[in-house]
Each structure stands twice: as C-alpha cells, then as structure tokens.
Nanobody
C-alpha cells in the first residue's frame, strides 16, 4: 500500500503562485509514476500533470502548460506541483496520484491509477 498526503493548498489571488506537495509512504517511491489531477465543482476530475519515475519525462494538460511545473524528490518521497500565474479557473480540489502501470504520458487518461491522495483545495480569487 502507498499513502499519499497532499499539502500546500489555500486561497490566493489571480496571478499568485502556490506549491503543492504530495508526500508518499509505503512502497518504494521511485516505483511509481506520479501525477496531479483536479476536480472543480460540478466538473469531472481532469488530468493536470505527470512525471516519470526518475523525473526524466513530464506531461501537462494544455490548460496549465507554461504555468505549472511538476517535479519530484525521490529521496524525500515527495512530488511537487509549482503553480504560477494562477487563474480563477484553476480553482479546484487537487489530487495526487501514483501508478506503477502507466507512463507519464498515459497517466493523462486517468486509467490504471493505483493510489490517490485525499485531495486539497486550491481557490483562486479574481
């Protein structure tokens, strides 16, 4: 089992930055492709970003490209999402996900994901 715990969310203004963290415990962290998803009120959960096991490859949703950066520190068992130039439409609950069955590219489908965090609220005011 892998336990994922997100932190770093909150209320910010448009144009501000936030960094989300997701700390993992359990099986070896480097065994998993890690990613971030989000769900806004009344909408389906959507892919945000993913990173390969050792960080060589990343993938992003078009809506966040150039603004968000995903990274990981395998020594700290943590994956990060640096969010810059935040917009009101980025308001959502953000979820960390882990999978040993996908690549950083295929994680965007939302299929075959093994573990999820409990989610953390990010609210961007205009």
């Amino acid at each position: 089992q892998v336990r994922l715990v997100e932190s770093g969310g909150g209320l910010v203004q448009a144009g501000d930055s936030l960094r989300l963290s997701c700390a993992a415990s359990g099986r070896p962290f480097s065994s998993y492709v890690m990613g971030w998803f989000r769900q806004a009120p009344g909408k389906e959960r959507e892919f945000v970003a993913a990173i390969s096991r050792f960080g060589a490859s990343t993938a992003y949703a078009d809506s966040v490209k150039g603004r968000f950066t995903i990274s990981r520190d395998n020594a700290q068992n943590t994956v990060y999402l640096q969010m810059n130039s935040l917009r009101p439409e980025d308001t959502a609950v953000y979820y960390c996900a882990a999978s040993a069955r996908v690549t950083s590219v295929t994680m965007s489908s939302g299929q075959n994901l093994d573990y999820w965090g409990q989610g953390i609220q990010v609210t961007v005011s205009s």
